[in-house]
């Protein structure tokens, strides 16, 4: 025979539920968000093509030489990370976020996803890429977009695509 909680109790027990059922309610929302961003990968980047200055636009091909260009494109758009951080810099931030991601999975395979399961993960709620052939690290696009225009280098993300594709022929 069960011992009845007291009232307190299923109060308590009621709620922990209904705060582990939003919590999951709310990862549910995320990922079909993830989903919805996933489905509009090429229209997305339709968008961000679009964006890009003529000479710029013609040499975004996804081959490894193109993140140069793309990073070039970059540093002449933005001279500090808050500057691609304002509202409206946001449709550009995510079309170079995929164009950078796709640029990766395309050249080295892997896949997208998005991870919630860790808050103290630098790369929380954020689309990052896994399964590359030789990547030993984690990998967020939006992130190594931000680190050019911190960097300043011009060929920031190209390293990090070649130190990859270097790992993975090893």
């Not at 970059?74 to 950078?100: A, C, F, M, N, Q």
């Not at 103290?120 to 030993?136: D, E, H």
Request: overall charge negative; hydrophobic content about 40%.
């Amino acid at each position: 025979m069960e011992t009845p909680l007291p009232a307190i109790g299923k109060r308590v027990l009621s709620s922990a539920l209904t705060d582990i059922y939003a919590k999951e309610l709310h990862v549910c929302e995320q990922e079909d968000q993830f989903e919805l961003w996933l489905m509009d990968m090429d229209d997305a980047l339709e968008r961000f093509h679009a964006t890009v200055p003529g000479e710029s636009a013609e040499k975004l091909d996804f081959s490894a030489d193109s993140l140069k260009n793309v990073e070039a494109f970059i540093l002449r758009s933005y001279e500090r990370v808050e500057d691609l951080r304002k509202p409206s810099e946001v449709l550009v931030w995510d079309g170079l976020t995929r164009y950078v991601g796709e640029t990766f999975r395309k050249n080295l395979g892997g896949i997208w996803f998005i991870d919630y399961s860790d808050k103290k993960n630098a790369f929380y709620g954020l689309p990052q890429l896994k399964n590359m052939r030789g990547q030993s690290a984690q990998i967020c696009p939006m992130t190594l977009v931000s680190a050019s225009v911190d960097r300043r280098r011009g060929d920031f993300i190209y390293t990090v695509f070649e130190n990859i594709r270097k790992r993975g022929e090893a």
